[in-house]
């Protein structure tokens, strides 16, 4: 069997992300050969986050490995530490940010389903993402944006 590891392998970061939101992955799950889970390990050094807030339509599951984080919810703020297990469960309802105030980096685990197509809504910005798998049908849109009507450009 293919074997990952969290502490050794390597992280990535994106030059394209913007500060605040300067995080690295590991692709762990891919690593290790895994298809039907999408696996990631991230390391997030101090006064980023990993990705705007926002929520899916599938489960979303956090492990914090090492170090201290902030997770805004739909309820609030609260501290992660190492070792917490969060589930984000779909809709609205599981909708989250991590963030480091910490000075320290942190090291989080996240899995969810690797279905597509996959969407994701971020309630700040008013945006919805979609993801299909094939990269020439991908989008992000601002939900105003996108509302037209079903039989638009139609013969």
């Given amino acids: 069997m293919k074997r990952a590891n969290t502490h050794t ?12 939101y300067r995080a690295a992955v590991a692709h762990v799950g891919r690593s290790a050969g895994g298809q039907a889970l999408a696996v990631k390990a991230y390391e997030i050094p101090p006064g980023q986050s990993l ?11 956090l492990v914090l490995l090492d ?10 703020e609260g501290e992660l530490t190492s070792g917490d297990v969060v589930c984000c469960p779909p809709g609205p309802e599981g909708a989250h940010k991590v963030t480091n105030r910490s ?3 942190a090291r989080l685990l996240m899995f ?3 279905r597509e197509p ?3 809504v971020y309630p700040d910005s008013d945006k919805i993402s979609a993801w299909s798998g094939n990269p020439d049908d991908e989008l992000m849109i601002r939900r105003a944006d996108g509302k037209v009507d079903y039989y638009d450009g139609e013969l």
Wanted: with cysteine.
């Fill in 9 to 20: 392998d390597p992280y990535e970061y994106d030059d394209a992300d913007p500060d605040g």
């Fill in 51 to 61: 990705c705007p807030y926002h929520y899916e339509y599938e489960e979303e599951w």
């Fill in 67 to 76: 170090g201290a984080l902030v997770l805004r919810g739909p309820d609030g």
């Fill in 103 to 105: 000075q320290a980096t």
């Fill in 112 to 114: 969810s389903s690797a």
């Fill in 118 to 120: 996959a969407f994701a």
